[in-house]
């Protein structure tokens, strides 16, 4: 079945080879900023001739109807330096230049985490980039707020203070909390691999403001990530080199306060330079619900050399600490009661946590030459966190969890551009090696004091993985993209439960290759046809993975994805995709609580994601996004299961966005956000109608019509004091009801941003 998909799928894109361009010739690209993040605005002209262009928010440019010849082409931006090369362009054919801008008076070669080698012009998956300029102008304070920019996502907020919340992608409903979405900070992995959930992954590491750019891969889609990632991938990137100084300071709602700082400063030491970046978060909450307050500090550091004129040298820390109250959830009287449902629940008054997090990362990067290039890399996670939890309103029944985890892992990837016949090629090959430990225990407790052990487990996890991936650029209507992923699995679990005899119970032999391979068309100037298959897996959770008797193998994930991309001089950007999700192998139980596990389950996904951007007239700018997705339940052991829909998965996710700014810096922004029906359990007793919210922004740029200097502004969120839900569940029956987190009534909060 998969062979006879993947041949229709080589049948339909083989005849776009063939086509036969114009005669006169093209020049396009991509203008990125050292740290990989894209430029917009960056003018490209053509010197001694009147052809210009400029880059658009994904940092492309274009420009046509260009005699054959040899030019100079020049890219410039203020801040940076002038960028200058000489370029032969040929009758009928598209000359690709990617441009790296480095700041005025900095121009080391920069550390890059992956796929330096691979061009943005031909990408085939979906990838959502959300850009430091954006994440500026919204005033983050979380950086899964950054979310709310991507197309179909969700957030499934659990309001339980610094436990991480959950996100909808791709039909997959506990991406981020449960494993089924990768979520990497400068290379670092922030998934944990066991103790919490399998997966479960807390982005209050990452200060907002010292994000320079995240990349949201939707499914299995590239080659460059591997495990949890069956949803997609989230690549944070933080502010690397630079001469600049960024605060953000916010106060509101429910005594909170936010205060941010970004500092990026270049040192001459000799011919050499030593660049700085550091970042500190404060953020403070009493909460908008009873026992809710949450408190942190976050302080990011990097610094990076410049060893010889073809090797650079960094070092990346990042530090988070944080201690907050839960509310637990509440039930549906008390969330329907306008009057009592911002009150804790039940017997949650002790409720709550703690964390510290601490990584370590660095980075030795070597130029062979202008295409060939070397990244070497280690780093080390260290974690503890301890959480006080009660799951429903009932008296008594509080738990502990203490976990504890340390982590190492280095690797190395190799970036290139070469040169096949006639045609050019960008590709990355890399390989990772990883252990990590993990401790966890857990007592009964009663008002946080404890009453008796119940579980003392030891994890130990390795993993090796290998992948490459190759883009050919054959024609503008053929650029074909084939990738490879292998990764392995080794560790054990020891047991040392009260009442038991320590033991050990290896790793089940877990191991998956993953192919990947899709291409790109250029029909016209602006408009692109791309298309991919891809594969991903998914390790079997909790304790059967170290069964070696049981014979499961991680489950797999098969995306089928079609779209185009419309570009209309930088005016209107439109962003259509199609896209399938099988799911086979799943793990399921042969009957609830027997202990055997059999690959039986299959699911399937599929849906529609539409995004526009557009600047109907000057300084007014739309931003939109609608996603429809639909799931079922395909096969189970539980046959009453087939046919249903998977849980906590709206069917439908809208989000508008229109802002307008006049010449004197006054400004507003309005959004709105729609979230569809969803069922809240596997078997769909329930399901939540879903929500509109929207918020609205006025504010001051210093710059005028740019924000770039900073501004001040107010923000009025849940405008109409909508009575909604950030996440529903089953409580495990028709006649359990469901448990709710309530969001938060309509609110406020005024700031200023200011770059020194």
Known sequence: MKFAQILLFLIVILPFAGINAQEMGKISGTVVSPSNAVMDRVTIMIIGTDKQSSTNNDGLFLITNIAPGEYTLEASATGFATWRKTIQVQASQTTIVDITLYETALELNEIVVKGEGLSKRNRTETVTTVSLKTIKELHLTSALDVLNQVPGVEIGAYNQGGVADAFMLRGFSGAGHEGQAAIEVDGVSLNEGEGNHDGYADMNLIIPLNISKVDVYKGPSSALFGRFGVAGTLAFETRKGGDYQDLSLKGGSFETVDAQIALGKPFEIGTKTLKTNFAAQMYRTAGYKENSGFLKGNLNGSVAYQLTDKTDIAFNLKAYSGIWDATGYIPTEQFNDRNRRNKQALNAENDGGAKNFASERIDVNHS?????????????????????????????????????????????????????????????????YFSELTDFRNWDTNNRVRSGLVEDRGFELQSFSGFGQVEFDINPYFRPTIGLRYDAYDGHLEIRDPGNLNEKKPLNNLSHVSPKFGFRSTWFEGFDFKANVSNGFALPGGSIRYNRDANVDPSEVWQYEAGVEYDYKNLVKVNLTGFILETSKEVNETILGSGVFVNSGKTQRHGLELGIRAQPVRRLNFNGSFAYIRTEIKKNVDEALV??????????????????????GLGARVNYRNVGKYATGLENFFYYNGYSRTDATLFYNFAGTSSKKGQIFVEFNNMFNENYATYVFDNGGPSDGQSYSASAPRNFSIGVSYNF
Do not use: H
């Not at 502990?400 to 970036?415: F, I, K, P, Q, S």
């Not at 998965?649 to 307008?660: A, E, G, K, Q, S």
């Open 368 to 432: 062979f030459n202008d295409n060939l290039r070397l990244l070497v890399f280690g780093y080390s996670v260290q974690q503890n966190a301890q959480r006080y939890l009660k799951f429903f309103y009932e008296p008594g029944g509080q738990a502990e969890n203490y976990v504890t985890r340390n982590l190492y892992g280095t690797g190395a990837n190799l970036n290139g551009k070469s040169t096949i016949g006639a045609v050019d090629v960008n590709w990355i090959t890399g390989f990772e």
């Open 643 to 664: 046919g249903k829909e998977l849980n906590n998965i709206p069917r439908t996710v809208t989000n508008l966005m229109l802002d307008y700014t006049l010449e004197s």
